[in-house]
């Protein structure tokens, strides 16, 4: 690590989350400042890939200048009144709990603009694309930033307007309508959200979330708590996404471009289990501990739910999208994130945690891989692919072939790979939950829960069967492997999934005490 002054610190962080929207704005502008390209489409591309990269290399500088020692202290923090009269202040800061999240942020938000540079989706003008991304980046950034309600919830929408952009303008069949599900749920789900905040701020006399963490609920009554966790958890809910309010999700996938699913998959659905635990756990303590059974029980029909839905789509002849199963995985993947939180235990939240940036990482690799194989094949159909490729992907594209394994086997949690530790972790908390849950319903979901990962491995290894293995047809058309910005792209995240799953340590070393200060009575 290297020793950084906390004035440049709070730059870094402040730049962080204001430079994408610069960006944002410069794009917009006749010839983006100071580059140049063999035609204004080329250059403002390399205007996204310019300013996500320096996002990116700020985040890498402020993780290496984190006090990894005191990793519960918010570091790197702004304070400054906004405004007054209800005391909302533009409180930025991050600790162990929100850095691997900026990082992961900031790291697929530049990969997408890396590879949009080489292959651009089919739409509207790249200036539009760019700083739609970028807009999109701020917010979610910001997300993960912001220490007062007010702000959270602002951040938490912005994401919204350039998604369903990205889905309405750039995306591919059924775009129109898998984009209006997505913002109407979305939008829903925030207005009850809201709700709660300003029960929560109003009652408590502050929208700090420092300072309400630290107080720990004290200062709301149990009444309280319930309704604005009631309140809160649905937004949040609705985002992650939660069976059975996950509906808009698939479609959304399914219609997006490929950078779209790849943020929406690696960054968005991280923001509503990021408000669980950076909200309602430390905030409204009693009223998260009266909810869990019922979150740790949607949490675990939704493991099930996604696995069955994946393997009905897997299966010979069912006409399955492979985007569309990749999508209904994620339901059962977060549904691992929200069986960890709702254990209210170190251990459960830490999976909950490590949970979020493996599945971040791994679903980010398989979007992309889905996506070139599309633009390779046009099609994402199971079957058409089968007969394209003559289910033989490991001998007309061995190294893409390989990818596409790898993924598979790292998204159904293999040990030694990121995807094993969180799930595992997750169970190990449902075993031995907070002291006042009830244990016997708690071994129940983490029995269902077990039974669920079974169901993981026998759609995914059904996936590579019939995409990967086989004789290679002698009348099969060419399909081209790797090439180098997709390599570049996507390596990575193969990396980052195998440093993880080996030195976990990496990771939970960060998040394990800000969980232990959150779990008893809030962040420094």
Known sequence: MIDISESVMQFLLAFIVVGPLLGAAAALLPAPPGLKGKSPEQAVLRHGVTVTGAVLIAAIVLALGFDHD????????????????????????????????????????????LYSYFKMPAGPTPKAFVALLLVLESGTLATFAVLDLLLFFLAFEIVLIPMYFLIARWGGEGRTQAAWKFILFTLLGSVVMLLGLLLIGIT???????ALATDNGRSLTTSVQVIAVLAIGIGLAVKTPMWPL????????????????VLLAGVLL????????RILLPV??????????????????????????CLALAKQGAKGDLKRLIAYSSVGHMGFVLLGIATMTPTGVNGALFANIAHGLITGLLFFLVGALKDRTGTTDLDALAEQTGAALYGKAPRFGGLLAFGAVASLGLPGLAGFWGEMLALFGAFRPAADLSRPAFLTFM???AFGTLLTAAYLLVVVRRVCMGAVPQDAPELADVQTYEFAAWTPLVA???VAGLWPKALLGLTDPAVQQLLAGGTR
């Not at 202290?73 to 691997?100: E, F, N, Y």
């Not at 740790?296 to 099930?304: E, Y």
């Open 204 to 210: 408590a006399g502050t929208f700090d979330m420092v």
């Open 496 to 498: 980052l999934t195998v």
């Open 270 to 277: 991280k923001m509503g289990t990021y408000g669980f635990v």
């Open 246 to 261: 996950h509906s808009w999700l698939p479609d959304a996938h399914t219609a997006a471009p490929t950078v779209g699913s």
């Open 70 to 113: 005191q990793p519960s202290k918010m570091q790197a923090g702004t304070d400054i009144s906004w405004i007054p009269a209800l005391d909302v202040r533009i409180h930025l800061g991050v600790d162990g709990i929100s850095l691997p999240l900026l990082v992961l942020t900031a790291l697929l938000t530049f990969l997408c603009a």
């Open 447 to 449: 029995a269902i829960a």
């Open 284 to 309: 409204a303590p009693d009223g998260f501990r009266t909810f869990a059974p019922y979150l740790a029980a949607f949490a675990v029909v939704g493991i099930i739910y996604g696995s069955l839905a």
